[in-house]
Structure formats: structure tokens, C-alpha cells
């Protein structure tokens, strides 16, 4: 697309629905952080602006409140990345490689095994084999296995949110933006003993 | 072909690296309870962006705050006025958050309730069908999210920065004059 003659590289020609509709069906977890950092980022800014003409709030303040909101977001994608995705893969795997027994589905399992020959449950993730790829013969059980896995990953990543997003977070923002608000004062101290100073010699 | 940067590929097998072994050490849990089996049915049929966002949001509201009024590396205005907008901040989103995700569910929810009916109502059910109706409802609800972050970026920037600003204004006014009236 051309504005003025300036190619904008950024805005595609057609909005291509395949890609949206390949990343929304197999990639869920890029498409979940794809959405909550452009939300996250946008709110952000928004906020930004918003402490940054607001003029009931003194210069020390807003020193504060700026690199307190820069580092929330920043500090919430990565740590969200990494913790409640990261729980709520772990709680995933957990239900597919058996560690997690559910007494109905584990007869289906128990017999795949003996077919097998798969001697310990153990061997299902060391072999790499799912048990939603041995319920594929059961369509009943295997949207049954789904319900519960879904139900749990879902309570668990919600925790991590919890944790991640409302614990340590905050913590992390606070130090980092006070440690900025630190630095800058003692910069502008540092500036204005100087002006005093050679302000002195000046006069002298 | 695609090119793949090797920095991500290496963070993706560590990562699920990582993961593998802590299921491997894992003690094996058996989910015989009803009641907890029940309810992660429930979660799974039931739960949605919106049930996410409130949980997380009131979570939020009760934490937050009084992390930011217990923060002992600022002086004690700077602590207060984090404090309110903080505070401010996170019931105004929460509000609005949860409004907007609402009213763009039910966009899409005729869809999912009709996609629902084909799948449950049919007699033939089998892997690639569930396959089918699994993607279609992921779909649905990545559109649902989609319109869901296009509408919350408005409402952030005309609703919820302004109204945050003043909101912050007036709990900062009161909190001031308070401690003013205490010392006095």
C-alpha cells in the first residue's frame, strides 16, 4: 500500500483469514500471547499518556508511575510466558502421559499397554505416546479425557495468572520503577549542585 | 522454506525439555474424587474469557493495591498516589473488561451454540468429526477474542485512561487531605 508515495510495509494488501484461521486452530498458546500482549500493550500506552498529562500529579510522582507501567506490561508478558503457560502446559502433559489417572479411562490405557507391551506407565512419555492418540478409537471417552484435562488446565493456568500477574509482578514493577525514580532525582540533584556551584564561582 | 530462528527453536526444546522431566519426577496422582471430576467437567463446559477475566481481575483488585501502598522504596506521596491509580485502574478495567468480552461473546455465541448442536445432536460420532467441530469452536472463540482486543484498545484509550485519571485524582485528594486532617 502507498500513502503519498511512501510504501507502508506494515499494512498488508489483503488480510489474509488463513493464516488467522492456521494460528487460532493449531498454534492456541501464540494466538492467546499474540492477543494479551497487543492488549496489554495498547492499554499501556494508554495509561502512559494518560499519568503523563495529568496534571494533578508532581514531576517525583510521575518518574514513578511511567517506568512502574513501562515494566508491568513488559514483566507481565514474559513472566505470564513463562509461568502460567508453562503450568498450564505442564498440567496438559501431566493428563497426557498418565501421571494423572483417571480411573474409567485407565482401563482403555491399561489395555493399549498390554497390547503393546509397554510393561510401566512410565514408558508413555520416555516412547512419546498420548493417551488422546490411544482414545482416538473412543470417540466417547476421548471427548470425556478432554473435558477433564481442559477443566483442570484451565483452573491451574488461572492460578498462575494469579500468581504471576498479581503477586509477583507488582513486587517486580515496584522495585524496578523505584530504583529509576531513584536514579533520576539523584541526576537532577547532581545538575543542580553543579548550576549552584558554578553559579557561585560566577559571582565570586 | 520457512526460515526458523535458531534462538527460538532452542528456547522451544529446553522449554518443553523442562517441562517433560518435571512430569517425569512428578508423584502419579489417580482422579477418582467425583466431585473434582465433575467440576473440571463444569469448568470445561462452562468456563469462558469472561469467567478468566473477572477471576483474575477481582484477584487483582484485592492484591494489587495494598502491594503498592506496602511499597517502602518511594516517599509516602508517591506511595499514595500509586496506591489510588492502581486501585482505580484495575476496577475501571475489570468493569469495562468484563462488559466488553461479554458483549463480544454473545456476538458469536449463536454460532457456537449452533456448532454445538451439530456436533452433540449428531448419532454419528467420530474422531475426525470431533476434530471438525473442535476446530470450528476454536475459531469461533479466537474471532470472539480477536473483536475482543480491537474494541478493548477503544475503550482503553477513550474509556478507561480518562476515567482512571480522575478516578486517581479523587481517591489521591481524599487520601491527602485525610492524612493532612490526622497530623493536624
Known amino acids: 500500500m502507498k500513502i503519498y508515495g511512501i510504501k507502508l510495509p506494515l499494512i498488508p494488501k489483503k488480510i489474509n483469514l488463513s493464516k488467522f484461521y492456521k494460528l487460532a486452530t493449531k498454534d492456541k498458546n501464540k494466538m492467546f500471547i499474540y492477543t494479551y500482549s497487543i492488549g496489554l500493550a495498547a492499554s499501556s500506552a494508554a495509561h502512559i499518556v494518560g499519568v503523563k498529562r495529568n496534571e494533578n500529579m508532581s514531576m517525583q510522582e510521575k518518574l514513578f508511575l511511567i ?91 488461572i492460578l498462575g495468572s494469579i500468581i504471576s500477574c498479581n503477586i509477583i509482578t507488582p513486587f517486580l514493577r515496584n522495585i524496578i520503577a523505584a530504583k529509576y525514580q531513584h536514579k533520576k532525582i539523584n541526576m537532577k540533584d547532581d545538575k543542580t549542585k553543579d548550576n549552584f556551584v558554578s553559579q557561585k564561582l560566577e559571582n565570586q | 522454506m520457512k526460515k526458523v530462528s535458531p534462538f527460538k527453536t532452542v528456547i522451544k526444546k529446553y522449554y518443553n525439555r523442562v517441562i517433560e522431566k518435571m512430569v517425569h519426577y512428578s508423584p502419579g496422582i489417580s482422579l477418582s474424587n467425583k466431585r473434582l471430576k465433575d467440576s473440571f467437567e463444569k469448568v470445561a463446559k462452562y468456563a469462558n474469557n469472561v469467567d478468566q477475566r473477572a477471576i483474575i481481575g477481582i484477584t487483582s483488585i484485592l492484591t494489587q493495591p495494598f ?55 449428531n448419532s454419528k460420532k467420530n474422531f475426525e468429526a470431533f476434530n471438525r467441530y473442535n476446530k470450528r469452536i476454536t475459531l469461533i472463540t479466537a474471532l470472539g477474542t480477536s473483536l475482543g482486543i480491537i474494541v478493548s484498545i477503544a475503550t482503553n484509550i477513550l474509556i478507561d485512561a480518562p476515567l482512571t485519571q480522575v478516578s486517581t485524582n479523587f481517591i489521591c485528594k481524599k487520601l491527602k487531605t485525610s492524612e493532612k486532617g490526622g497530623q493536624e
Open chain 1, 67 to 157: 517506568p512502574q507501567e513501562i515494566a508491568e506490561a513488559a514483566i507481565n508478558i514474559g513472566i505470564f510466558m513463562f509461568l502460567s503457560l508453562g503450568l498450564k502446559n505442564y498440567t496438559d502433559k501431566m493428563f497426557e502421559y498418565g501421571k494423572i489417572k483417571i480411573p474409567e479411562i485407565d482401563k482403555f490405557v491399561q489395555k493399549y499397554m498390554k497390547e503393546n507391551n509397554i510393561k510401566d506407565s512410565k514408558d508413555l512419555l520416555k516412547k512419546g505416546i498420548q493417551i488422546s492418540d490411544i482414545l482416538k478409537s473412543d470417540i466417547n471417552q476421548y471427548i470425556k479425557f478432554n473435558k477433564y484435562k481442559n477443566g483442570a488446565s484451565w483452573i491451574i493456568s
Open chain 2, 67 to 121: 502491594i503498592d501502598l506496602r511499597n517502602k522504596n518511594v516517599d509516602e506521596d508517591t506511595r499514595l498516589t500509586s496506591f489510588a491509580r492502581t486501585l482505580s485502574k484495575l476496577t475501571i478495567g475489570t468493569c469495562v473488561g468484563i462488559i466488553v468480552r461479554q458483549l463480544c461473546l454473545n456476538v458469536f455465541d449463536k454460532k457456537k451454540k449452533n456448532v454445538n448442536k451439530l456436533f452433540f445432536e
